[in-house]
C-alpha cells in the first residue's frame, strides 16, 4: 500500500502540469482546464501544449511537450480521441506520470480496442491513466483544479470520488452551495487503469480528507476494494453512493446462490461487511460528509431525544429503530437530570418531553443538564414552533452549546415550523452546525455517525481457517471434466463435503430396484430416492425425488415411478442411477451458498432455505474470506436469526455448527479455482450441540478449466 500512496501522490501534488490540447480560444475545454489551474492557485509550473504556440493567460505556449524543460507529472489530455495515443506517446518520452484523459470516444461508445491499445501502452511506458471520458482533477494540497468545472472551489476536508462526470461536476457546485469544502475531487470514467481502489488507498492516508465519499456505478477490482474499503472505514468515514439498486437478477439459475445475487445485493451486504455508509442519494451523502468531517465521535450507546413535542419525538424514537440508534431507558437517571426544567406533566421517559410550552431558556438548561450527564452519550434535540417557541434565540442556544458539546459528545438537531424557523435552520447550516428540517433526515444522519463509531470500536479479527481434503475435491472435480459436465454428480457432490468434514446424511446409488431395497434397509427407513443424471439438474421439476418411503413396497414403487418421470421430463437424459439418502430428521432448513462474484470474487451466503428461499430471500451475503465473528454476525443478519434463537419453547439451533459451515464452503470455493459455485440447500440446522446436515449439495464448475 505504502508503494501506492507514494506513487499517487504525484497526481495530487504534481510538481510540473500540461495540458495537451490547451486552446486559446475562451468556452472550450482546453481553455477552462488552463484557466481553473492559474486562476485555481497552483503554485508549481503549468504547460498549455499546442501546435499552434503562441500565448494565453500570461503562460507560453509550447507546441509539443517535449519543448518543456521543466519535470511533468501529470498531463491532461484534451486532444480529439484518435491523437490520444500520439498524445501518450510524448508523454513516455518525457515521463509522465499521470495523463489525465478527459477525451471522451471510447469504451463508452463502443470503441474498446483503442481504449485497450493506449492502456497498454501506457502500462508499457510506467503512466498512469485517469479515465478516459472524466472531468480531471482537484486538489486542495496543491490548489490544483485541471477540470472543466466550475473555477470557484471551496477548499476542505471532504474527498470525492466519482464515476459520474456529470454528476461530479454538478457536485462542485452543489458543494460551495451546501458549504461543504473538499481536499479532493476525481472522476474516473472508464477506468481503463487507476480506478476507485487506487484513489481510495491513497486517501485513506491523506491527512486533509476527513471523509471520503464516493459516487460508484460498477466496480472493478472488487476483492482489492474490500480489502481496502475495510482498512479506510476504521480511519474515517466512507461514504458511498452506488446506483443500480434496481434487481436485474442473474442470468444462469441453475443455483438459488446465483439467482439471488442480484448486483446490489451482493454490494449492499459487503458495504455493511466492509464498515461503508451507504446513502441513499447525493443530498443525503452530502448531509453526511458536510457533519462526519467535524462531528465529534460517540464514546458509548445510550442517546436521548429532548423534545417540546410528543409527536415529533415519537417521530424520532421510530426513526432511531430504523437506523439502528439505541435510545437509553435509564428512567430514574434521565429523571434526575432533567426534573429541573421539566414540568410536571412532562414526560422523563426518553424521548424528554419538554412540553409544547418550553421556552428556549428551558431547552438551554436542558442541554447543559444532558450535557454534563456522563451516561447520555449523544442528544438528538427537536423544537416544534409553538406560541413560546422563539427561532432565533434557540438559534443562538444551538450555536453556544454545540461548541461546548464539541469536545464532548454528538448533539443533533432538527427543527420545524414556518419562515423563522427554516431561516435559522439556514444560518445554523452556515456555521456548521448539524441541523436538519426532517427528523428523519437528522437521525440518518446520526445513524451514520454511530455506523462510523462502529466500525472503529469493534476490534479486526483474523479470518477463520479449516482443514480440507483438496487432493478429494480435485479428483471429484477432474472426473466431472473428463466426462464434459460443468456440475459435479450428487455422490461427487458428496465427496467434496466429506472433504471438508460437512455432514450429510447416509447414502448410496443404486442400479435396480432390488439394490435400492437392499441400501434402503441398510440405511434405515425411512429413505428418500432422487434421480442421479447429469442432464437433469432440478430433480424436483423432473419428478426426480421421492420422500418418506418407509417399506419395501414404497421403495420399488418410487424407484419406477422416478425413472418414468425422468424418461417422460427428458427422454434422452442419461441417468446413472437412483440415489437412496437416509431420510432425516426435520430441522430448521437454512441455505448455505459460495460462488466466484463477478465483482468482488469469492462471496459466500446465508440464509432461511428450503423451497421457498427464491420467494422470501431471507439471505445475507459477505466477501470471503470471513472471521468467525463476521460469520455469526452474517447469520445473525436475516430477519428469520430468530428461528436459530429458538422460538415458543424450542431449544436454540447449533448457530455455531451453521458458522463452520459457512466458513467450509467459503475454503472449499477458495481452495479449488475449478468450482464457480457451491449450495447446500437445505442446511438442516438441530439443537445446539446436535450439529447440521446438509441434505442437498450442488456444485457447479467453471466453463474453462482457466481460473
Not at 486533509?208 to 476494494?225: F, Q
Not at 446513502?279 to 417540546?308: H, R
Request: aromatic letters at 6%; a negative charge.
Amino acid at each position: 500500500m505504502k508503494g501506492n500512496q507514494d506513487s499517487m501522490k504525484y497526481l495530487f501534488e504534481p510538481r510540473g502540469i500540461a495540458v495537451i490540447g490547451a486552446s486559446q480560444t475562451p468556452g472550450k475545454i482546453g481553455y477552462k482546464v488552463v484557466e481553473n489551474i492559474v486562476t485555481g492557485g497552483y503554485r508549481e509550473k503549468v504547460y498549455p501544449i499546442n501546435p499552434k504556440g503562441g500565448e494565453m493567460l500570461g503562460l507560453s505556449v509550447y507546441k509539443q511537450i517535449a519543448d518543456v524543460d521543466g519535470t511533468i507529472d501529470v498531463a491532461v489530455v484534451v486532444v480529439p480521441a484518435e491523437l490520444v495515443y500520439g498524445a501518450l506517446e510524448e508523454c513516455a518520452k518525457k515521463n509522465v506520470k499521470f495523463a489525465i484523459i478527459i477525451t471522451s470516444g471510447f469504451a463508452e461508445v463502443g470503441n474498446v480496442a483503442e481504449e485497450r491499445r493506449i492502456t497498454r501502452f501506457a502500462r508499457d511506458n510506467n503512466i498512469r491513466i485517469i479515465g478516459p471520458n472524466v472531468f480531471g482533477v482537484y486538489s486542495a494540497v496543491s490548489s490544483l483544479n485541471a477540470t472543466f468545472g466550475p473555477g470557484d472551489v471551496t477548499a476542505g476536508n471532504v474527498a470525492i470520488i466519482t464515476q459520474s462526470g456529470a454528476i461530479g461536476i454538478a457536485m462542485i457546485g452543489k458543494t460551495k452551495v451546501e458549504g461543504i469544502g473538499l481536499s479532493a475531487m476525481i472522476s474516473v470514467g472508464n477506468k481503463s487503469d487507476v480506478d476507485e481502489t487506487d484513489l481510495l488507498e491513497y486517501l485513506t492516508f491523506q491527512d486533509d480528507a476527513k471523509v471520503v465519499l464516493m459516487y460508484l456505478e460498477g466496480i472493478k477490482s472488487g476483492e482489492r476494494l474490500v480489502e481496502v474499503l475495510r482498512k479506510a472505514t476504521r480511519k474515517k468515514p466512507i461514504v458511498v453512493i452506488k446506483s443500480g439498486r434496481s434487481s436485474r437478477g442473474a442470468q444462469a439459475a441453475a443455483s438459488h446462490t446465483g439467482s439471488l445475487a442480484g448486483e446490489d445485493k451482493v454490494f449492499d451486504d459487503i458495504a455493511r461487511q466492509c464498515g461503508v455508509i451507504r446513502a441513499e442519494g447525493i443530498q443525503e451523502a452530502l448531509n453526511w460528509c458536510k457533519f462526519l468531517a467535524d462531528s465529534p465521535m460517540p464514546t458509548g450507546e445510550d442517546c436521548v431525544i429532548i423534545t417540546n413535542g410528543g409527536g415529533i419525538g415519537v417521530l424520532t424514537a421510530d426513526a432511531c429503530e430504523k437506523y439502528n440508534i439505541s435510545l437509553s431507558d435509564e428512567v430514574a437517571d434521565l429523571k434526575k437530570t432533567f426534573e429541573d426544567v421539566m414540568p410536571s406533566f412532562g414526560s422523563a421517559k426518553n424521548p424528554i418531553d419538554l412540553t409544547g410550552g418550553a421556552s428556549p431558556e428551558e431547552y438551554d438548561q436542558a442541554l447543559v443538564a444532558a450535557l454534563r450527564n456522563e451516561n447520555i452519550d449523544a442528544v438528538a434535540c427537536l423544537g416544534c414552533q409553538t406560541g413560546s417557541f422563539d427561532a432565533d434565540r434557540f438559534a443562538k442556544i444551538a450555536e453556544e452549546r454545540y461548541a461546548q458539546y464539541r469536545p464532548v459528545k454528538p448533539i443533533v438537531f432538527s427543527l420545524f415550523g414556518g419562515e423563522e424557523v427554516e431561516r435559522s435552520i439556514a444560518k445554523l447550516k452556515e456555521k456548521g452546525i448539524p441541523v436538519f428540517a426532517d427528523v428523519y433526515e437528522m437521525t440518518a444522519f446520526l445513524g451514520a455517525l454511530y455506523r462510523d463509531y462502529r466500525n472503529k470500536s469493534v476490534p479486526s479479527a483474523e479470518p477463520a481457517r479449516v482443514d480440507i481434503d483438496i487432493a478429494s475435491i480435485d479428483a471429484a472435480v477432474a472426473r466431472a471434466r473428463a466426462d464434459g459436465r460443468y456440475f459435479l454428480l450428487a455422490q461427487e457432490a458428496q465427496e467434496v463435503m466429506r472433504a471438508a468434514a460437512i455432514a450429510i446424511p447416509q447414502s448410496r446409488i443404486a442400479h435396480s430396484p432390488d439394490e435400492a431395497v437392499r441400501y434402503a434397509e441398510e440405511i434405515g427407513y425411512p429413505v428418500v430416492m432422487k434421480v442421479v443424471s447429469k442432464d437433469i439438474i432440478h430433480k424436483s421439476d423432473a419428478g426426480g425425488v421421492a420422500l418418506e418411503l418407509v417399506d419395501r413396497k414404497e421403495v420399488l414403487d418410487a424407484y419406477e415411478a422416478i425413472m418414468r418421470n425422468c424418461r417422460n421430463y427428458k427422454a434422452d437424459a442419461l441417468i446413472e442411477g437412483i440415489q437412496v439418502d437416509e431420510m432425516i430428521q426435520s430441522g430448521v432448513e437454512t441455505i448455505v451458498g459460495a460462488r466466484q462474484d463477478g465483482a468482488f470474487g469469492p462471496t459466500v451466503m446465508f440464509g432461511l432455505g428450503g423451497v421457498y428461499v427464491e420467494v422470501l430471500k431471507d439471505i445475507a451475503f459477505r466477501a470471503f474470506p470471513l472471521s468467525r465473528e463476521a460469520t455469526l454476525n452474517m447469520i445473525g443478519q436475516i430477519d428469520s436469526y430468530p428461528l436459530l434463537l429458538g422460538v415458543r419453547g424450542e431449544a436454540r439451533k447449533d448457530i455455531d455448527e451453521v458458522a463452520n459451515t459457512i466458513i467450509k464452503v467459503g475454503w472449499i470455493l477458495c481452495s479449488c479455482d475449478a468450482i464457480s459455485d457451491i449450495e447446500i440447500n437445505p442446511l438442516a440446522v438441530y439443537d445446539h450441540g446436535e450439529g447440521v446436515k446438509a441434505v442437498d449439495v450442488r456444485i457447479l464448475l467453471r466453463e474453462s478449466e482457466e481460473a
